[in-house]
């Protein structure tokens, strides 16, 4: 085999909670990530040459390395021992530096995609070791699912799917960077932390009200103040219809929860008359 494909698939957090902030500035979290069906594709070529090549048909982003893809790549190549190149093409279709892991998916990816490709038999929890090491949400992207992530997100517990739904997922065009949200979130005094537990236990009983009921994400707290256009997505997303509606991750990305694939289409429409986000998928969870 001497190419392969993978897809990296987006994250959304129907809860996300910070407990504290560690001495060495990590924050422990407890987070329910879920994946969604949006998604990058990136292709694997060996190639004679050593070194990471990348190509991708989007321009906002270095192909340089500091590209999460090409971290990956060299980690791998170099704990392994691979003395061959690889050439890698990415299509970029998850929204960037929005609060979906879009990174983190494509690191993951390009861990299990070389670990088939030069047959390495390295085994999840392997490459999950060295993905933590490259960021923090890699060990989940790398799993996908429903999990319940905690320690820095690296300690993953997977949870059953919750109920089938349409998920309307909204980007407002501005870029949040995530160091700044937890450099800016005052994690030690947080006057409300979603019921995490709570909804671990709708998402067991298949019950999609009790998961609706406890979306909560603390770094709204941060996100949201300075940047107003998310409540007003979020408010023009329950007002069509949405049973709940949150930021995910370190935003600025809204999703909302519909029961109505009809209504969660007429809020897209109004998101893009309203011009509130340039960026709008109608999709589902995976
Ligand atoms: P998270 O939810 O994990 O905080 P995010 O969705 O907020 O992530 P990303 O899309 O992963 O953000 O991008 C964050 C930054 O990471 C980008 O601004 C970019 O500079 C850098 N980056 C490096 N590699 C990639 C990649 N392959 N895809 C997207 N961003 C990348």
Redesign the pocket.
Known sequence: MDNISKNAYAKINLGLDVLKRRPDGYHEVKMVMQTVDIYDTLTFNVSDQPGIVLNMDNNE?STGS????CKAAGKLLEESGIKQGVEVF?EKR?P?????????A?AAATLLGLNELFELGYSLEELQKIGVKLGA?IPYCLMGGTALSEGIGEVLTKLPSPPQCTLLIAKPDINVS?KYVYENLHADSLAYHPDIDGMIAAIKEGDLSGITDRLGNVLETVTVREYPVINEIKTLMKDEGAKGALMS??GPTVFGIFTDAKAAKNAAKEIAIEELAKQVFVTGFI
């Open positions: 982003l500091d590209n999460l893809i990415l998850i960037v530096a929005a609060g979906m892991a879009g990174g983190s494509d949400d995530t991750g370190s």
